[in-house]
């Protein structure tokens, strides 16, 4: 599948900088560039791309201006800017990243895998769906849903108590509440604090401190309960993981 890029930025260094980033991913191709809202609106329209790079400070209409006036017909957003304030108006615009500049090559190349996923993948149902935030380097603190009503809600990474992989998507389960995050579990588990969230099996990680206790299974495998009753499973393969997290071993 190749994705088709429009660059929209004010700064003519910021739009090359973007496109230099885009020339080691194969599969997205840059079919045009805007240097306003007002001039992206008539590009999407006539190129229909798949993925808007999108600063929000512009002449004429900002980012979420020319979301608003293209509205359905809008696609995927990665949003480009030097404030962030803005993090939460973006996830509210459905954006599938926000970036904030000056972002490296890294950070740059992440969201680029986040929107491959996403145009992938069809969108699971039966969640809320969740941004992390804040888009900054260290564990990540917080995650924010969008609620019913229009609500945004601000859920802690520390009440999360397990996350299991639903095909290019993490499900994140909170109290009894569960959230879908367009991430996979792989990337979603790089951005948690690794003394707290341990992978005990390849689709599921746990919050250590969400876990009640361990009941033995056959064959070195574990129950993993969970203060909210859940039960998951220790498998063998990550039983040494869990013990390196841990700091002690499991008897038996």
Request: zero cysteines; aromatic letters at 8%.
């Given at each position: 599948m190749t994705i088709r890029a429009l660059v929209v930025d004010d700064e003519p260094l910021a739009r090359d900088r973007v496109r230099r980033l885009l020339a080691g991913h194969a599969d997205v191709e840059i079919v045009g560039e805007s240097p306003d809202?007002?001039?992206?609106?008539r590009a999407v329209r006539k190129l229909e791309p798949d993925l808007l790079f999108l600063d929000v400070m512009m002449p004429g209409q900002d980012g979420f201006d020319v979301l608003d006036e293209l509205a359905d017909a809008a696609p995927a957003v990665i949003f480009l800017t030097a404030y962030d304030r803005y993090a939460i108006r973006a996830f509210d615009a459905c954006a599938i990243d926000y970036l904030l500049k000056p972002f490296d090559e890294e950070r740059f190349a992440f969201a680029v895998e986040r929107a491959k996923r996403a145009l992938a993948a069809p969108m699971p149902?039966?969640?809320p769906m969740a941004l992390p935030l804040p888009l900054a380097k260290g564990p990540l603190r917080r995650l924010v849903v969008k609620a019913t009503g229009g609500r945004l809600r601000f859920v802690k990474t520390d009440d999360i108590a397990w996350v299991a992989a639903e095909g290019n998507y993490a499900r994140v389960h909170v109290a009894g509440n569960d959230y879908l995050l367009r991430e996979t579990l792989t990337a979603f588990e790089a951005q948690l604090d690794p003394k707290n969230f341990v992978r005990i099996h390849r689709s599921t990680i746990v919050n250590l401190d969400h876990v009640r206790e361990l009941e033995p299974l056959s064959h070195g495998q574990y129950s993993v309960v969970l203060d909210e009753g859940s039960r998951?499973?220790?498998?063998?393969?990550?039983?040494?993981?869990?013990?390196?997290?841990?700091g002690r071993p499991l008897g038996g």
């Open positions: 809202g007002p001039s992206a609106v149902n039966g969640a998951l499973t220790l498998s063998r393969r990550f039983r040494d993981h869990f013990e390196h997290a841990l």
